[in-house]
């Protein structure tokens, strides 16, 4: 396969635009939420994170993407890895074990994993040529995805466990379910529902009950959505201003600068700055799309609408879970809540979701 | 440019087209959840956030202090904390919060709880009181859960203090929370927990004496911190009240008096200032200031003596021979007799076919020939009844009014006994029968259903030995209660004036009581010119009778004395319940005459040459409350 060099002309700077804007935008939201407390310092990190994240983006977009996806079995298997190693050697004591320490830095291994599915889904479906999904497709997916899935959920993170599922979700409706199967697919997720259940840790279990009834817990888990509601309704229009949202500034909302910072942002800002976010996030996913009808093959298609998917899913359930729409789950939006891996691995996605349009008469 | 992609290699585009219609679809679901809360309900969460945010603290004002005559304090008030519920920065009250802070302070669950239900009406910025005069134990326990209970909240409020404890404490009363049966009122100003007067001088002027509360703005984290306070209106202070009590005085009528039950009062007939007022048994308000424990209160108000009546204002108690001064002054003034009329007392007469005694009858004697200054002097009980007989009812009932007797005398203190004078209309309206011809001969000498007050008797006689001017007794000089506004425009002076040969005669007799071996001699002091008269009365109230067991009937004794015996300036009434003779009561009055003298003119008093011994004797009152 030849590697012919690829002009900065054809690169998506629009689409790198739009996802600066929102990186941007959380920098500036992690700055005033964080300014008086002891993670003032976040801010910067993240803005490092993110020079970071577009820079590996520049530089994955010159990747061929179809040697990445041959690599797909090795990526895989040291995820599995990893994500096992990450179990047995985590620290137990914090109750979460999701961080491994490389050097002076710490990675998420979830999120490294989450890119990592996104590639195996376009690896498998890449060489198809069949036009539908067999009944054996899906169990092989099931599996290999269920695997990395389930270990996820075991750190406990349930939220980045989740997020496997659009990128599957995509990837067969791409490479052709049909109705049958949804509909058995959706039958098994279904009965599934009371095993998971039993699975569930006692907190996961009091969100989802505090999601059904939020009156009758307040104090409780129904108190993170009560406030971050708050904080979003009392922000009207225009919002109170950068440092001025009481809601934030007075720790009435949890984790302020992660998961919760669109609730923060939204306080600050007002329906003005929500609308903004939005927009960003709605052109990045339309604008990825646009690139998947585009793109000259099937694995980069697949490459692309798995990451439109991920991001798009976290998107709508962490916007959907601050005005209580849906129960609070661990998941961060992503590029905006602070946390550099989160950061860093969205980007090396988008990189090489460029990287595809850009080859896209060059094969 | 072809693609070298064939065709059928690539995807269907619908397939992502849907999906893009599907990601918009979401956006636009989302944007309309946003704007239904950042515009449709902006207001409502924009007041829960305020209300996250901020507390209002109160900021309780301090009562006035009440001072004697002379600026003396009486009533004081010192720092303490109380215990708040903020309900609006409590997320929800479930029973086991409520049972934990309830243990936290020391309080009972289940009353706490039952508080919670009760206010849970109220709206949610108004703190409930969940403990006063909180302990440094308390203090520490809401400190150190603040971020567990951060709907606690501490505040300093003033405590009441009454300096004396007990030293007129009837009269001075006391404070306590509002009752929920208050707040439930229309057009309550109290808020619950607020403190106000419940009794006495603290409740009639709770207006003057309570401050208006402010209001603290604080701003609170989520850990019910406080990082800043916003705006603060400021607490305005009660006024002080300056009473005409005269605390000297006040103390030797509470040594007068002595652990025995009854009352005294002392008043100035010329102005009507209450000079002293004493009730015993008496309590300690202090047990008032914070919450009083069930058992103190049990014992309060189930005693027989009943210790938190005033008996100098609301005991309903006949007047006995003290009464003969209206009949005498009636029968003068009607010209039914002249003060040479004489009669003969065997000890006893028979009127209207029934047999009246004298008091002497028990003794086998009677007073022999009395005219009207002897049956004054000796209290001759038959003389009286022939008067009552000579008079009628309605003539005596007419003076009796007049004199100041069967209505309130007005005097600045709640719940005021009207007393009683009775007649055939009361007879009729009461209990709808015929009036007893009989009865008059009981009320001519101060039995029967005749009742007064211990502050109406000295009223009465204070305005008689004047001449028939009342002044309405009062506690507050009239200048301060002009000052601070309130109304004095009803008559304040009633005048009822008697003739002069009247007034010589009635005020003649009352001389000789005191000092021609008279009923009252035992008020007798050298040099001082005091007169008086005694009575004795049987006990009317029926449930003081049956509260005693002993077979033995006691009478209340009473004595009201003046001096000087001309225009007087000082009346003293005095009421000894269950005291055998009235010359129980004589003696007290002498001493608070006597300590009133002493005080005012020392030096015209004539010190007599006492034993070197009783020279460097201690202060005449000692202070055993210390």
Redesign the interface.
């Known amino acids: 396969m030849m590697l012919r060099t690829v002009r900065f002309r054809d690169f998506d700077w629009f689409l790198l635009s739009l996802a600066l804007g929102v990186a941007g935008v959380g920098v500036l939201q992690i700055y005033s939420t964080t300014m008086h407390s002891a993670l003032a310092f976040q801010y910067k990190k993240q803005m490092y994170w993110v020079l970071a994240g577009c820079l590996l983006a520049l530089l994955v977009s010159q990747l061929d993407h179809r040697a990445i996806l041959g690599l797909a079995p090795w990526l895989y298997a040291g995820s599995v890895v990893g994500l096992v190693a990450l179990l047995a050697a985590g620290h137990r004591g914090t109750g979460a074990r999701r961080w491994l320490h490389v050097g002076g830095l710490t990675l998420q291994v979830s999120e490294m994993a989450k890119l990592v599915i996104i590639i195996c889904v376009a690896a498998y479906f890449a060489e198809r ?1 069949d036009k539908s999904v067999s009944w054996k497709d899906l169990a092989l997916l099931s599996f290999l995805v269920g695997l990395p899935a389930f270990l996820v959920a075991l750190e406990p993170d349930l939220g980045t466990a989740l997020t496997f599922v659009p990128i599957v979700g ?1 990837g067969i ?2 490479a052709g379910v049909r109705g049958r199967q949804v509909a058995v697919l959706c039958l098994v997720g279904a009965l599934m529902l009371p095993v998971g259940w039993h699975f569930l840790r006692p907190y996961q279990r009091e969100r989802l009950r505090s999601f059904a009834h939020p009156s009758d ?3 409780g888990s129904g ?1 993170q959505v ?2 971050s ?9 225009w919002g109170k201003g950068i440092g001025n949202g ?2 934030s500034q ?3 909302i949890p984790v302020s600068h992660a998961d919760f910072i669109l609730a923060s942002f ?2 600050e800002q ?2 003005i700055g ?2 903004l976010v ?1 927009l960003l ?2 052109g990045l ?2 604008r990825l ?2 690139g ?2 585009l793109a ?3 694995a980069g ?1 697949l490459l692309i ?1 798995g990451l ?2 991920v991001v ?1 899913f976290q998107v ?1 359930v962490n ?2 879970m601050m ?1 209580g ?1 849906i129960p609070t789950t661990g998941i961060p939006l992503p590029l905006m809540s602070q946390g550099g891996s989160s950061v860093l691995f969205t980007f090396l996605g988008l990189g090489l979701a460029i990287g595809v349009k850009m080859r ?2 060059v ?1 | ?1 072809p ?3 064939a065709e ?4 269907p ?1 619908w ?3 849907f ?2 219609y599907v ?2 679809a ?2 636009l ?3 309309g ?3 239904r ?3 449709g ?2 207001r ?3 007041g ?2 305020e209300r ?2 901020v507390r209002n603290l109160p900021v309780i004002a301090p009562r006035g202090r009440i001072l004697d005559r002379e600026g003396r304090v009486l009533v004081d008030n010192f720092p303490a904390f109380s215990v708040l519920l903020m309900r609006e920065n409590a ?2 009250l479930v029973p086991t919060r409520v049972e934990a802070m309830a243990r936290g302070l020391h309080l009972d669950p289940v009353e706490v709880q039952g508080l919670v239900e009760r206010t849970a009406h109220l709206p949610g910025f108004q703190p409930i009181l969940l403990k006063q005069a909180a302990t440094l134990e308390d203090i520490s326990f809401v400190e150190s859960h603040r971020v567990e209970y951060p709907e606690m909240a501490l505040i300093q409020v003033q405590q009441r203090f009454y300096l004396k404890h007990t030293v007129a404490a009837s009269m001075l009363g006391y404070v306590g929370e509002v009752s929920e049966d208050a707040l439930g009122k229309p057009g309550s100003k109290y808020h619950p927990g607020d403190v106000a007067g419940q009794s006495g001088i603290e409740r009639e002027y709770d207006s003057v004496l309570a401050g208006e509360d402010g209001v603290r703005r604080v ?5 019910g911190q406080e ?1 800043g306070s916003e705006t603060t209106i400021d607490a305005h202070p009660g006024n002080d009240l300056r009473l005409t009590i005269d605390l000297d005085l006040q103390m030797s009528a509470e040594m007068a008096l002595g652990d025995r039950t009854g009352a005294v009062v002392a008043l100035d007939p010329h102005t009507g200032e209450v000079l002293a007022m004493v009730s015993h048994p008496d309590f300690d308000p202090n047990d008032f200031a914070h919450r009083i424990d069930r058992q103190e209160w049990e014992r309060l108000t189930k005693d027989p003596e009943k210790p938190l009546l005033n008996k100098a204002t609301q005991s309903h108690v006949a007047p006995g021979s003290v009464f003969k001064i209206v009949t005498a002054s009636a029968a003068l003034e009607t010209g039914t007799i002249r003060s040479d009329y004489t009669i003969q007392c065997p000890g006893s007469v028979t009127i209207y076919g029934h047999t009246f005694h004298d008091w002497v009858w028990e003794k086998h004697k009677g007073h022999g020939s009395v005219d009207l200054h002897r049956a004054i002097v000796q209290s001759c009980d038959v003389y009286f009844y022939t008067l009552g007989k000579l008079l009628g009812i309605d003539k005596l009932a007419y003076f009796a009014k007049h004199l100041g007797l069967g209505a309130r005398t007005g005097v600045d203190l709640p719940a005021e006994d009207p007393g009683l004078v009775p007649s055939p209309e009361w007879a009729q309206k009461a209990f709808k029968r015929k009036w007893w011809a009989g009865e008059t001969i009981s009320v001519a000498i101060g039995q029967g259903a005749v009742a007064v007050t211990p502050i109406q008797l000295a009223f009465m006689i204070g305005g008689v030995a004047s001449g028939g001017v009342f002044h309405r007794p009062h506690l507050v000089f009239r200048d301060q209660l002009m000052a601070l506004g309130r109304d004095l425009s009803d008559n304040a002076v009633r005048s009822f004036p008697l003739s002069e040969s009247t007034l010589a005669e009635v005020t003649r007799g009352m001389w000789g009581v005191v000092n021609e071996g008279g009923t009252g001699s035992s008020a007798r002091v050298a040099g001082l010119d005091i007169a008086g008269k005694t009575g004795t009365a049987q006990v009317v109230s029926v449930d003081l009778k049956e509260s005693e067991n002993n077979s033995e009937f006691r009478n209340n004794a009473w004595f009201v004395g003046y001096a000087p015996s001309a225009n007087p300036e000082i009346v003293v009434g005095v009421l000894v319940m269950h005291g055998e003779h009235s010359w129980v009561a004589a003696p007290v009055a002498r001493d608070v005459i006597k300590a009133y003298f002493d005080k005012r003119l020392p030096q015209k008093v004539a010190p007599e040459p006492l034993p070197s011994q009783a020279r460097v004797a201690p202060p005449l009152i000692p202070s055993p409350w210390r």
Do not use: C, P
């Open positions: 040529r995509s409706l791409l817990n307040v104090q108190y009560t406030q509601k708050i904080a979003i309704g009392a922000g009207g229009f009481t809601q007075l720790g009435f939204a306080e007002g329906f929500t609308l939005l996030y709605l996913i339309l799309l646009d998947a009808q000259g093959d099937r298609a609408v439109a998917s798009f709508a916007a959907g005005i729409l896209r008469f094969n | 440019m693609s070298r992609l059928d290699q690539r995807f585009s397939k992502i087209a999906l893009q990601v918009a979401t956006f679901v989302l944007l959840g946003y704007w809360l950042q515009i309900q902006h409502r969460y924009e829960q956030a996250n945010r997320a929800g701003v609170v984290n989520s850990r990082v």
